[in-house]
């Protein structure tokens, strides 16, 4: 079981990285037009070809834009980063679980572990049959 799941982190893991780096990528490329966009009004204001009204329009524009790019990419660094400590959880759960449930877990915490994990338990003859519940 510890080994399945090692291998699903993995690959649920090497999935993560796939989407991450895209996203970082696409909003990276956003981040370098949107620069250039206002590194091509700033000459264009300094060269007269457009107001002063029309340049503070644009700019603040493409500064909001800007803003809101480097927020984006901070939320997928934090994301990532919560990620790997959810997957650091999950194995460190996994392995201390049974004490946790044998030792630490009231009645209702027991109950609330099994209706998640099981969408059905039958004991019948003094064998228990478990259902998990679908992924």
């Not at 993995?10 to 981040?31: C, G, P, T």
Request: hydrophobic share 40%; no cysteine.
């Amino acid at each position: 079981m510890a080994e399945w799941l090692k291998d699903a982190l993995k690959q649920s893991h090497a999935d993560e990285i796939k989407y991450h780096n895209s996203a970082l990528h696409d909003l990276n490329s956003r981040h370098t037009r949107t620069q250039q966009k206002i590194d091509t009004l700033y000459d264009e204001k300094l060269d007269k070809k457009i107001t002063v009204e029309f340049y503070e329009k644009k700019l603040a524009q493409y500064s909001a834009e800007l803003d809101a790019i480097i927020a984006s990419i901070q939320k997928h660094k934090d994301a990532n980063i919560n990620y790997i400590q959810l997957g650091v959880n999950i194995i460190e759960l996994s392995q201390r679980a049974q004490e946790l449930y044998l030792n630490k877990a009231t009645v209702d915490d027991r109950r609330l572990l099994l209706t998640t994990i099981f969408e059905d338990l039958k004991l019948k003859d003094g064998i228990i049959t478990l259902i998990f519940q679908p992924s």
